[in-house]
């Protein structure tokens, strides 16, 4: 079964700096998909970023990037210029296709301090 | 991406009832799962629901306690039945690809944050 871990459970940054979450899987698949979602205290999850195992390029979307190591199966985020709308909870998800359910991990509760 | 809405957005109830909880969507999808989120905590897949078959429940879910229906393409159910406390949560629906899409990506509905008294 695939696992998904973060080892984080709280992160603080300072407004405009660069943070980075942790993340690492486990999974015997090929290939497979992985995603960043952010969870605001709305509640609602809102997909940050994605990466397809089989793309060797590091997914990029405006301040958020991911450094994804395959061998080591390894996804960190990469937030720049931190505002405080990035305050949330931070969840990794596997997927392995589109129609099975998403694998969470624990989450890291990010806080971006003025 | 679609677009999902979920009914209630909250909820207080009293234990002993139950409640149920509407997921639609804009498009017809193939695959609709529920998820719980307690306090604190990460999400955890109650059930993958099937169009035209029962849904498929993830161990410590059981049907009785969490019927789910899923009569259409664009829409399912979620029941919590004989709440209790520990039932407070919040419940969210996810939706898989468009029909005759093959993406990856699931999107999630707004949420509903239940509270059992």
């Known amino acids: 079964a695939q696992t998904v871990t973060q080892s984080q459970p709280e992160m603080s940054v300072q407004e405009a700096e660069t943070v980075t979450l942790s993340c690492t899987y486990d999974?015997?698949?090929?290939?497979?998909?992985l995603f960043w979602y952010k969870q605001p205290p709305s509640r609602q999850m809102i997909l940050v970023i994605r990466?397809?195992?089989?793309?060797?390029q590091n997914a990029t979307e405006n301040r958020f990037s991911v450094n994804f190591q395959k061998a080591a199966k390894s996804f960190s985020l990469k937030i720049s210029d931190s505002q405080l709308g990035d305050t949330a909870m931070y969840f990794c998800?596997?997927?392995?296709?589109?129609?099975?359910?998403?694998?969470f991990g624990k989450g890291t509760r990010l806080s971006v301090i003025a | 991406s679609a677009v999902i809405s979920q009914k209630p957005s909250r909820d207080i109830c009293q234990r002993g009832t139950s409640l149920t909880i509407q997921c639609q969507v804009d498009?017809?999808?193939?695959?609709m799962f529920w998820y719980r989120q307690q306090p604190g905590q990460s999400l955890t897949l109650i059930a993958t629901?099937?169009?035209?078959?029962?849904?498929?429940?993830e161990s410590g879910f059981v049907i009785d306690k969490f019927p789910i229906s899923r009569p259409n393409l664009t829409f399912s159910t979620l029941t919590v039945s004989n709440m209790s406390p520990e039932d407070s949560s919040i419940y969210l629906c996810?939706?898989?690809?468009?029909?005759?899409?093959?993406?990856?990506?699931?999107?999630f509905g707004p949420g509903t944050r239940l509270t059992v008294l």
């Open positions: 998800a596997f997927i392995d296709s589109g129609n099975t359910p998403l694998v």
């Open positions: 999974t015997s698949e090929s290939n497979y998909y």
């Open positions: 498009s017809q999808v193939t695959m």
């Open positions: 996810s939706v898989g690809p468009r029909t005759g899409e093959s993406t990856d990506t699931q999107y």
């Open positions: 629901a099937n169009q035209g078959s029962e849904a498929t429940y």
């Open positions: 990466q397809e195992a089989y793309k060797q």
